[in-house]
């Protein structure tokens, strides 16, 4: 069972158009945190939200909390191609006192020059 | 920038031989955790550690034991590899606050 839904799965669109990436669970988390991945490489941490709606914004890229740290955006203005590669978002929840983080399957996202 | 280095990067072994890969931080941190990733499905927690010593289940480890004996060193054993264990695998550590977590640059596991 994933807890942690992705959407879309796959997304290609020309530079400098907008983008929203959406992941979306029925468990709430103590945290979110997004993740880009390069061929090759682990995930690296973009941000991470803690409280119920808030709002992050890295240059170009806007990430929400939703109200009920369920669900979370990630929004890209003017897209680049830089901005190409697997993003990966990840919910932290407590087991039994332990950090566990569990992730999305993933949206892959291809930026066309 | 914690320093998190895997053994080996590339790997191919042949079914039912035993395989151990290396995670190594140069930090104290006390949690650290393995992943694989395979298409369709994310990164799939396999075991985590809260300490030397102190290991626990993530959901997917039939098949998989590990070790910390030290702080710095956490192993990954597959027993006996078998086919379906063909992956890449992720070691990361947990830096804590916003600094989420930093993951290894992975090891790909070809068992033939």
């Known amino acids: 069972t994933q807890l942690l839904e992705q959407s879309p799965q796959f997304l290609s669109i020309q530079e400098g158009e907008n983008l929203t990436v959406y992941c979306n669970s029925s468990?709430?988390?103590?945290?979110l945190q997004w993740y880009r991945q390069e061929p090759g490489e682990g995930p690296v941490l973009l941000v991470t939200v803690v409280t119920g709606g808030e709002v992050k914004k890295l240059k170009r890229l806007t990430f929400q909390f939703g109200d009920a740290r369920k669900d979370s955006s990630l929004h890209i203005t003017a897209a680049q191609p830089g901005d190409t590669g697997l993003y990966l978002c990840?919910?932290?929840?407590?087991?039994?006192?332990?950090?566990?983080?569990?992730f999305g399957t993933g949206t892959r996202l291809t930026i066309i020059p | 920038d914690a320093g998190i280095t895997q053994s080996p990067r590339h790997k191919v072994t042949e079914t039912g031989t035993p395989v151990t890969l290396r995670c190594h931080q140069t930090e104290n941190h006390r949690y650290m955790y393995w992943y694989r990733q395979d298409p369709g499905h994310g990164l799939r927690l396999i075991h985590y550690s809260y300490g030397v010593k102190d290991t626990d289940k993530g959901e997917v480890s039939d098949g998989y034991s590990v070790s910390r004996s030290k702080t710095e060193d956490f192993l990954l054993t597959l027993e006996s590899a078998t086919s379906s264990q063909t992956s890449v695998y992720f070691c990361?550590?947990?830096?804590?606050?916003?600094?989420?977590?930093?993951f290894g640059s992975g090891t790909r596991l070809t068992v033939v």
């Open positions: 990361a550590i947990r830096t804590g606050g916003d600094y989420g977590y930093t």
């Open positions: 468990s709430v988390f103590s945290s």
């Open positions: 990840a919910g932290d929840k407590q087991d039994f006192g332990n950090e566990k983080l569990t």
